[in-house]
């Protein structure tokens, strides 16, 4: 269901990612959204035999996986706390998009109502955070992929990339706001290869110390500089942002970015 689709108390599975095991690009992992983007958007659903990957899907995932990418599925289940179906009811519904769609890395539900206040909801960032964590990374270096505007914005407040791929329920509003916006799955997996192909270096990376980037003007401004930082932050070891007051407030929104300076230009503030 829209904006239901998705929910558990944090429940995490454990990786151990091991030693070189993630590429040095962009993106350590790729955190999903499973209805609507996975499958298709069966409300409240909790009968595997009703589960249709979205076209494609399969090869998509695969791709990812090839690529050394961690895959996790990021979802609200409310019909949990509706008593709409159980928690076997929903493992067996899961146990099948995995039979379909190959194994993932790790699943975060959320379990909880609209009303409950928890912390885990989308678009609460609760769920990317703790999907990082199972993954051994950090919110920084995943892209969550979702269909709707809670999906981009979970990942926004977790300092995570995001791709929408829209379907014909998501709201126009939600579809304008997003970030990046693909037609399907397989665009939104090419788009994630291709942005790690823009930053993976061909050769055994350096690592290149602390690296000032520097964005003087208004918060607008600085907020536009977010993909650059990223490609930054990839090849370096620390990111310091120098900013103006007036682009403060942006600065703290960017991810990649470990300290800010801030200095006032009198030919700007």
């Known amino acids: ?42 409300p409240y659903n909790g009968d595997p035999e009703k589960v249709r990957p979205v076209p494609d899907a399969r090869e998509a995932l695969d791709r990812l996986r090839a690529a050394g990418l961690r895959l996790a599925v990021v979802t609200n289940q409310s019909g949990l706390a509706r008593g709409l179906f159980t928690h076997d009811e929903l493992r067996r519904v899961n146990t099948r998009v995995e039979e379909l769609l190959g194994p993932f890395d790790a699943w975060q539900i959320c379990p909880h109502g609209e009303r409950d206040g928890c912390a885990c909801r989308k678009p609460a960032p609760g769920l990317v955070h703790a999907a990082a964590r199972a993954l051994g990374t950090s919110p920084t270096r995943c892209v969550m992929v979702g269909d709707i505007g809670a999906d981009m914005d979970a990942a926004a407040a977790a300092g995570a990339a995001g791709i929408m791929v829209p379907t014909p329920a998501t709201r126009p509003a939600e579809v304008a706001s997003a970030p990046t916006v693909v037609g399907d799955l397989p665009a939104a997996v090419a788009q994630i290869l291709d942005r790690i192909g823009l930053v993976a270096p061909t050769a055994p990376a350096r690592r290149r110390g602390t690296v000032l980037v520097v964005r003087s003007d208004a918060a607008g401004d600085v907020l536009v500089t977010g993909p650059g930082i990223r490609a930054v932050a990839a090849g370096a070891d620390r990111v310091v942002l120098l900013c103006g007051p007036r682009g403060r407030a942006a600065a703290h929104l960017l991810p990649g970015v470990d300290d800010i300076i801030e200095w006032p230009l009198p030919w700007i503030d």
């Open 1 to 42: 269901m829209r904006g239901d689709h998705e929910r558990d108390q944090c429940r995490s599975a454990r990786v151990d990612p091991g030693p070189g095991r993630f590429p040095p690009g962009l993106f350590d992992a790729v955190l999903l959204d499973r209805d609507g983007t996975l499958v298709e958007d069966v």
